[in-house]
């Protein structure tokens, strides 16, 4: 069936002819005309299967008539993401070069003040993240109820991000007569709750069967240890040719230090994640669709509808800890038709997530034999690493065995040369004969020190020196000295003497 069977306008479908389609997909054959029908749409389709132009191509002819009027955008599409957005509207700018359709993109990571500019003028067509559109709109810059068609793209990545409370509260500020069009890969029971909520006698479409990953993309799983990954990855590199390739990771730290290991191997590498400010991101990916670079490191906001042609190859660094996202990223090759390869990288530790995918889409992923030699180098350095390391413990317990007696405290000089004449005996017998001498040596020189203490006291003032006091205060003599009566006369100060007044006054 070609695109003029749909009831599209003659300039419409001019442009579409001169960007290279001829035929529709399945879900575009299917959405297009009941979509020009005013109904409302619950669109299911696998990622790369046409989605954003099911519902571009409608809006432009039915938006063609009309004007829009300051602040009241005619019309509102919902995006998960800044890249999501910012390709939607050059899906406008390309079918829509034959209109006169104005357009506002509303996103995060850009001054507001051109925003609203455009906001003022008015326009036909407004494309938000959920977050900035709530900003505006609390500001005041903003109305919506002159918004006749809503479309609610990526409705799964929309309630994974935390957005459907935020879907729910811009819903009720729409006006109650409008044309509501859902578009999803997949659909949780959230998202068939909102649906059930806010949309009107929907038409479903299901292309295929949900979180279905395509036909022509040949997925492989590929065991390795978590040592390994990167050789692994740049062997995989070489062997498969890719030309155009996305590797995913799980946190952004990953990101950055893949790509950085990558360059310094010689690769053609770039990377994209959430820390990037939002020109960074655009560069990094126009870099990527020019040729500039052929590998681009990504966490999962790049895995979610980004539409690059000719990307090959899929890496999956780390499995996905959600099996949805697993889908989508595979997604992003074997797009319109086209073949792909996507590989897996799994140890151990993802048995459980390798069996929610494979439950998710309904298949066996074969794996894929590396020969065993990337992982056993890594098995092998690991285990040369704890090999080495006991044995340097070992030595340094033995070290510290026989130097244990040198370290005895407070033993007199007789003792620890007793201990050391017994150096040949058993360690152990040895430690404890030691301890055994060390207990009574500051016991037979505490009760010395007393009576040394005390012979010169008859000769001199009942007032004790520093030393001597601070020693008798900590047997408790100081307090029995208190108690003894005063044979001297008063001389106004019946207590101790301060310690700083004893200096230079001894006899």
Same mark, same amino acid.
């Given at each position: 069936?070609?695109?003029?069977?749909?009831?599209?306008?003659?300039?419409?479908?001019?442009?579409?002819?001169?960007?290279?389609?001829?035929?529709?997909?399945?879900?575009?054959?299917?959405?297009?005309?009941?979509?020009?029908?005013?109904?409302?749409?619950?669109?299911?389709?696998?990622?790369?299967?046409?989605?954003?132009?099911?519902?571009?191509?409608?809006?432009?002819?039915?938006?063609?008539?009309?004007?829009?009027?300051?602040?009241?955008?005619?019309?509102?599409?919902?995006?998960?993401?800044?890249?999501?957005?910012?390709?939607?509207?050059?899906?406008?700018?390309?079918?829509?070069?034959?209109?006169?359709?104005?357009?506002?993109?509303?996103?995060?990571?850009?001054?507001?003040?051109?925003?609203?500019?455009?906001?003022?003028?008015?326009?036909?067509?407004?494309?938000?993240?959920?977050?900035?559109?709530?900003?505006?709109?609390?500001?005041?810059?903003?109305?919506?109820?002159?918004?006749?068609?809503?479309?609610?793209?990526?409705?799964?990545?929309?309630?994974?991000?935390?957005?459907?409370?935020?879907?729910?509260?811009?819903?009720?500020?729409?006006?109650?007569?409008?044309?509501?069009?859902?578009?999803?890969?997949?659909?949780?029971?959230?998202?068939?709750?909102?649906?059930?909520?806010?949309?009107?006698?929907?038409?479903?479409?299901?292309?295929?069967?949900?979180?279905?990953?395509?036909?022509?993309?040949?997925?492989?799983?590929?065991?390795?240890?978590?040592?390994?990954?990167?050789?692994?990855?740049?062997?995989?590199?070489?062997?498969?040719?890719?030309?155009?390739?996305?590797?995913?990771?799980?946190?952004?730290?990953?990101?950055?230090?893949?790509?950085?290991?990558?360059?310094?191997?010689?690769?053609?590498?770039?990377?994209?994640?959430?820390?990037?400010?939002?020109?960074?991101?655009?560069?990094?990916?126009?870099?990527?669709?020019?040729?500039?670079?052929?590998?681009?490191?990504?966490?999962?906001?790049?895995?979610?509808?980004?539409?690059?042609?000719?990307?090959?190859?899929?890496?999956?660094?780390?499995?996905?800890?959600?099996?949805?996202?697993?889908?989508?990223?595979?997604? $992003? #090759?074997?797009? /319109?038709? *086209?073949?792909?390869? &996507?590989? @897996?990288?799994?140890? %151990?530790?993802?048995?459980?997530?390798? +069996?929610?995918?494979?439950?998710?889409?309904?298949?066996?992923?074969?794996?894929?034999?590396?020969?065993?030699?990337?992982?056993?180098?890594?098995?092998?350095?690991?285990?040369?690493?704890?090999?080495?390391?006991?044995?340097?413990?070992?030595?340094?317990?033995?070290?510290?065995?026989?130097?244990?007696?040198? $370290? #005895?405290?407070? /033993?007199? *000089?007789?003792?620890? &040369?007793? @201990?050391?004449?017994? %150096?040949?005996?058993?360690?152990?017998? +040895?430690?404890?004969?030691?301890?055994?001498?060390?207990?009574?040596?500051?016991?037979?020189?505490?009760?010395?020190?007393?009576?040394?203490?005390?012979?010169?006291?008859?000769?001199?003032?009942?007032?004790?020196?520093?030393?001597?006091?601070?020693?008798?205060?900590?047997?408790?003599?100081?307090?029995?000295? $208190?108690?003894?009566?005063?044979?001297?006369?008063?001389?106004?100060?019946?207590?101790?003497?301060?310690?700083?007044?004893?200096?230079?006054?001894?006899?």
């Amino acid at each position: 069936m070609p695109f003029a069977d749909l009831g599209l306008s003659n300039e419409l479908l001019q442009a579409v002819e001169e960007s290279g389609y001829s035929e529709p997909t399945p879900i575009q054959a299917q959405a297009i005309p009941s979509v020009l029908m005013m109904r409302d749409i619950i669109g299911i389709a696998q990622t790369g299967t046409g989605k954003t132009a099911s519902f571009v191509l409608p809006m432009i002819d039915i938006l063609a008539q009309g004007r829009s009027r300051a602040r009241m955008p005619r019309s509102l599409i919902l995006e998960p993401t800044r890249e999501l957005a910012a390709q939607v509207a050059e899906n406008f700018e390309k079918y829509g070069k034959y209109h006169k359709l104005s357009m506002a993109l509303l996103i995060g990571g850009v001054s507001m003040g051109d925003q609203i500019k455009a906001l003022e003028k008015g326009v036909d067509v407004l494309i938000a993240t959920p977050g900035r559109l709530m900003d505006l709109f609390e500001r005041g810059n903003i109305l919506l109820t002159g918004c006749s068609l809503l479309v609610i793209d990526e409705a799964d990545r929309m309630l994974d991000m935390g957005f459907i409370p935020d879907i729910e509260n811009i819903c009720t500020k729409l006006p109650a007569n409008r044309q509501t069009l859902l578009f999803s890969a997949t659909m949780p029971p959230p998202i068939k709750k909102l649906a059930d909520r806010f949309l009107s006698n929907p038409k479903s479409i299901e292309v295929a069967r949900p979180a279905t990953a395509g036909a022509n993309i040949a997925q492989m799983l590929v065991p390795v240890t978590e040592r390994a990954k990167r050789e692994t990855l740049r062997s995989l590199l070489k062997s498969e040719g890719a030309e155009s390739a996305i590797v995913f990771c799980n946190r952004k730290t990953m990101v950055r230090e893949l790509n950085k290991s990558l360059q310094r191997h010689g690769f053609r590498s770039g990377e994209i994640h959430g820390d990037i400010d939002q020109a960074a991101r655009i560069a990094e990916l126009d870099r990527f669709k020019s040729g500039e670079i052929n590998l681009l490191i990504a966490s999962d906001v790049a895995a979610r509808g980004l539409d690059i042609k000719g990307v090959s190859h899929v890496f999956n660094f780390d499995a996905p800890w959600h099996p949805d996202d697993y889908v989508h990223r595979i997604g $992003r #090759t074997g797009r /319109a038709g *086209a073949t792909g390869k &996507a590989f @897996t990288f799994i140890t %151990s530790s993802d048995a459980e997530a390798v +069996a929610n995918i494979e439950k998710l889409i309904g298949t066996k992923i074969p794996r894929l034999d590396m020969g065993g030699q990337t992982a056993d180098e890594g098995e092998e350095t690991e285990s040369g690493r704890s090999s080495s390391r006991p044995a340097g413990k070992d030595s340094r317990k033995r070290t510290g065995r026989t130097a244990a007696p040198k $370290r #005895t405290r407070g /033993a007199s *000089a007789a003792s620890v &040369a007793d @201990t050391a004449s017994r %150096s040949n005996a058993d360690d152990d017998a +040895a430690t404890a004969g030691t301890e055994r001498a060390a207990e009574p040596a500051p016991r037979e020189t505490k009760p010395a020190r007393k009576e040394t203490a005390r012979r010169p006291a008859e000769d001199r003032p009942a007032r004790a020196p520093q030393a001597e006091g601070r020693t008798d205060a900590r047997r408790g003599d100081s307090i029995q000295g $208190r108690n003894r009566p005063d044979e001297e006369p008063d001389d106004g100060w019946n207590g101790p003497m301060p310690g700083f007044l004893s200096v230079g006054f001894t006899n």
